[in-house]
């Protein structure tokens, strides 16, 4: 019995333990690929989802400064984003006209437009979109996030917002643009102002007239707001000497005729007598001498930056942004000298683009190259120069240790004639000599031997005769 129960007890369990221990990291593996695998399929589909921006304009998508904005702002969602974008553009085209009764059906065709797919931010540039929004915010997809930018804060109706508004908005120095021009141009008498007549522009028209009151004692302005802008030319055309031209804005001319872009600046640029001065850098780069103005890339950073936050989340009430405010100085090196304008006069901390380049900065390497090219060949002519000077110096004294040696010799052989010349004349003086004295003594004999006193006569006449 013991044997039977051990056997019917182990064999059947054997197979089912070594089955469990089998199949369950199995199934655990199983499992976590399962959900691993439906993960991965739920962040396809959430990064398959874009984020839905639309961006509202003021009056058209060309329309300066805020086609600047526009763009820059488009440029730096996408480069900040996390997530796809599905950026569309939208125009408040009734923002040129008086009538705000032509907004109605465009909130209608707004509404149409999203109701199936509401946009997750809108971003309304410039102040009429700004405007348009907030007297039609109920209607427009009232828990939409809204962002306000590129828009001057008091365009804003800052009690008005709601907890999904936020604003990235902009703060103008209008005196700071006329003691600019003062600055630079001492003897200004008159400043002519370019404003439109569009709704806002005419807000616009009030409000610098406002803010230019304090200047009236100092110069004269003259405002252009009621031509149309082929007037305007021709008046730009014949301003007084000492003028300047501040140009704020040109949507809408006096004739209801829109301008889109910076064609309108462009040709009072080519027609006016004196140079045009502006406070953003949207119209800075070619047809303004420049001065403390807002930056559209700063500005666009920015409203970037919150627009991000929204889109992942954040509340748009709970940001409160300071509006920007006028950047550092910045001119246009081509106007400055176009007009005589001296840069000493510019503002500390000023800077000056489009400088041209000098013929050092323009033709650097070539004039490197040609400089090492002469500094090679002077060097070259220099030594051989100096090759020359030591061979001729070394020919000079060769010649001259040729002349010496020369001198040497002929010394020498002088020297050896002349002992030669005495040695041939002393020697048969000497015999002569020799054989006068034995003659002599044979003389001095009592009894001369004359044969060999005769033999030593002979012998000196014949030494004579040899010499």
């Known amino acids: 019995m013991p044997q039977e129960r051990l056997v019917g007890d182990v064999v059947p369990r054997r197979p089912r333990q070594r089955w469990r221990g089998n199949a369950s990291p199995l199934r655990r593996w199983v499992g976590f690929l399962a959900i691993l695998m439906m993960s991965f399929a739920w962040s396809v589909v959430a990064a398959a989802e874009p984020k839905r921006v639309v961006l509202l304009h003021s009056y058209g998508r060309d329309f300066k400064p805020w086609s600047e904005f ?10 900040q984003s996390p997530w796809p974008l599905d950026i569309s553009d939208l125009s408040l085209m009734t923002a040129r006209f008086s009538d705000e009764n032509p907004e109605t059906p465009f909130v209608d065709y707004l509404r149409a437009l999203f109701a199936k797919h509401r946009p997750d931010l809108i971003i309304n540039i410039g102040a009429p979109a700004a405007g348009f929004v907030q007297r039609n915010r109920s209607q427009l997809f009232a828990n939409t996030p809204m962002l306000f930018t590129a828009t001057e804060q008091r365009r804003i109706r800052f009690a008005e917002l709601t907890p999904y508004d936020t604003v990235v908005a902009l703060a103008h120095n209008f005196p700071a643009v006329i003691d600019n021009i003062m600055r630079l141009l001492p ?25 230019f009151k304090p200047f009236e004692k100092r110069v004269t302005f003259t405002w252009f707001n009621d031509l149309s802008f082929e007037n305007i030319l021709k008046h730009a055309a014949a301003l007084p000497p000492h003028s300047a031209i501040f140009w704020h804005l040109m949507s809408v001319d006096a004739a209801g005729l829109a301008h889109e872009g910076g064609d309108a600046l462009s040709r009072l640029h080519d027609v006016g007598n004196a140079p045009i001065f502006s406070h ?16 559209v890339a700063e500005g666009a950073h920015q409203t970037a930056s919150v627009a991000i936050r929204i889109l992942g989340g954040e509340k748009p009430g709970d940001f409160k942004t300071p509006p920007a405010t006028y950047t550092a100085p910045k001119f246009d090196w081509r106007e400055l000298q176009r007009w005589g304008i001296d840069e000493s006069r510019l503002p500390p901390g000023s800077e000056v683009r489009f400088r041209e380049p000098t013929a050092w900065e323009r033709y650097r390497w070539q004039m490197t190259g040609i400089f090492l090219a002469l500094l090679l ?8 120069l100096l090759e020359r000077y030591r061979r001729r110096r070394a020919e000079a004294r060769s ?7 020369m001198h040497l010799n002929r010394a020498a052989e002088a020297g050896a004639l002349s002992a030669s010349f005495a040695h041939d004349l002393g020697q048969p003086l000497v015999s002569i000599g020799l054989n006068a004295e034995r ?9 001369p031997d004359l044969v060999k006193l005769k033999e030593e006569v002979v012998d000196i006449m014949l030494l004579k005769t040899a010499r």
């Open 70 to 79: 526009a763009r820059a702002i488009r440029s730096e969602l996408e480069r």
């Open 187 to 211: 003897d200004t008498k008159n400043v002519a102002v370019v404003v439109g007549k569009s709704p806002n522009e005419k807000f616009w028209f009030e409000e610098l007239r406002r803010e």
């Open 280 to 295: 953003n850098d949207a119209f800075f780069g070619r047809d303004v001498v420049g001065g403390p103005m807002h930056s």
């Open 377 to 384: 060949q002077s060097a070259m002519i220099m030594w051989l």
């Open 399 to 405: 010649r001259s240790l040729s002349l010496e040696v």
């Open 439 to 447: 003659a002599e003594n044979l003389l001095r004999r009592d009894r």
